[in-house]
Structure formats: C-alpha cells, structure tokens
C-alpha cells in the first residue's frame, strides 16, 4: 500500500526522468511563455521538497541542482530575465537544502562540474 506522498514522490522523479533527456534551453524557453519565467524555480523547488521527504536527499540535490539550477544558469547567461531571477534562485536553494548537504553534493562531483558549482552556488 502506498501513501499519497510516495505517488507524488514517484510521480515527480519520473517527470524529472523524462524531462532530463528532453531537457534542453529551447525547451526551458517554451516553457518560461506558457508560465512566468519566475515561476519556473518556485514549482522546481517545491518538487525538490516533496522528492527529499520521499526519496532522500541525494535525489533531490540530482534534480534540483544537478539539472534544473545548472541549466538555468546556462539559459541566464543569454537571457536578462534569467539572469534577474538566478539570485532568487540560488537563494531558495539554500532555503532547501543546508549548507552540509550542498558541499557534499559539490564534493562528490567531477572536477570541472565541482569548480562551475563551486562559481555558481558561492556567487557573492
């Protein structure tokens, strides 16, 4: 028997499945005309609360940061509305997640991705 919150759990990880293989700047920018840029990260950072309750930690710095956090950052450098809202981003970021968890998700990354992540969630 499983609960509702294990659906929704399941549901959002296998949304964030088919999404990363799909994943792509231009389909970020389709998405930001049908909703408000700034709420993109508002809905991937309540997503990323339900998947950390349900399946770990681990899971949910993959989705939030490993996918939706780099990929915005990489849409900001072309786009001034992107940019804007990196900030505000990268701030409920920090609200998700303690600062242990985020240095040991940066640690156990490839040197160059460490480096970019180490850029991107340290920016002053």
Known sequence: MTTGGAVVGRRCLARAAAERERLHTTCLERYSFRVPFEKIWVEQCRATKRIKRSFGAKSALDYLIGEKLITFAEVAEDKPEFAKELPKFLAAVWRVFNE?????????????????????????
């Open 100 to 124: 242990y968890e985020i240095a040991g998700y940066v640690a156990t990354r490839r040197p160059s991705a460490k480096r970019s992540l180490r850029r991107l969630l340290y920016m002053h």
